[in-house]
C-alpha cells in the first residue's frame, strides 16, 4: 500500500470510488467533500488550496491521499489529515478521516491506512492524534486500539455517541 496524492492520473479511479460510495449509501470518509463535487478538476483545486493556510477554504488545513494497492495500483481507501483541529474537530471529528471502498472491505485495509496516516502525521509536527468514532463502530474500535489509541472519553454528537481516542509518538 502508498500512499499519493489525487491527481488526473487517478480521476476514474476517483469517480468510480465516489459513485460506489453514494450509490451504497456509505460515508465518504476521508475524501475531504468529494460527493459534492461534479467537477473533478474542481474537487482537485478545492483539496490543493486546502492544504495552505493562505488559500484554504475550509476552517482547518488538510491534507488528501489516496490509498493504492501496489500490487495492481487500484484505489482501495482515501485519507485526509487535518493539520490542526477546530473545536469541531476537537470534540467530534479529530485529526485524520479515512474510508476503504466496500469492495474491497475486509482485507484488513483499514488498519494499514491508519498506520501510514499515523506515519504522514509526523510530517505534519502532529505528535499527539486525536481519533474518533461512533460507540458502536466495533472494527473501528478495534483498528484505533491496535495502533495504541487509549479512549479519552465518550461524548454525544446529533444524537450519537463518539468515542475520542489519543495517540501519541
Not at 4 to 29: V, W
Not at 81 to 93: E, K, P, V
Not at 96 to 121: F, Q, T, W
Not at 145 to 164: A, W, Y
Amino acid at each position: 500500500m502508498r500512499l499519493i496524492r489525487p491527481s488526473i492520473e487517478y480521476k476514474k479511479q476517483i469517480l468510480e470510488y465516489r459513485n460506489e460510495f453514494i450509490e451504497n449509501g456509505d460515508n465518504l470518509a476521508g475524501a475531504s467533500y468529494l460527493r459534492q463535487y461534479d467537477v473533478y478538476e474542481d474537487w482537485i483545486k478545492f483539496i490543493s488550496d486546502n492544504e495552505k493556510e493562505s488559500t484554504k477554504q475550509t476552517e482547518v488545513t488538510a491534507s488528501v491521499f489516496l490509498v493504492i494497492r501496489e500490487v495492481d495500483d487500484k484505489l482501495v481507501g482515501m485519507l485526509n489529515i487535518r493539520h490542526t483541529l477546530n473545536d469541531y474537530l476537537y470534540n467530534f471529528g479529530g485529526h485524520i478521516g479515512y474510508s476503504v471502498r466496500k469492495s474491497e472491505r475486509r482485507k484488513g485495509y483499514a488498519g494499514e491506512i491508519l498506520k501510514l496516516a499515523l506515519k504522514e502525521c509526523t510530517k505534519f509536527y502532529i505528535r499527539k492524534v486525536l481519533l474518533t468514532c461512533d460507540a458502536n463502530n466495533i472494527a473501528s474500535i478495534k483498528i484505533i486500539k491496535s495502533c495504541g489509541g487509549i479512549l479519552e472519553n465518550e461524548v454525544h454528537n446529533d444524537g450519537e455517541l463518539i468515542q475520542r481516542y489519543w495517540i501519541e509518538f
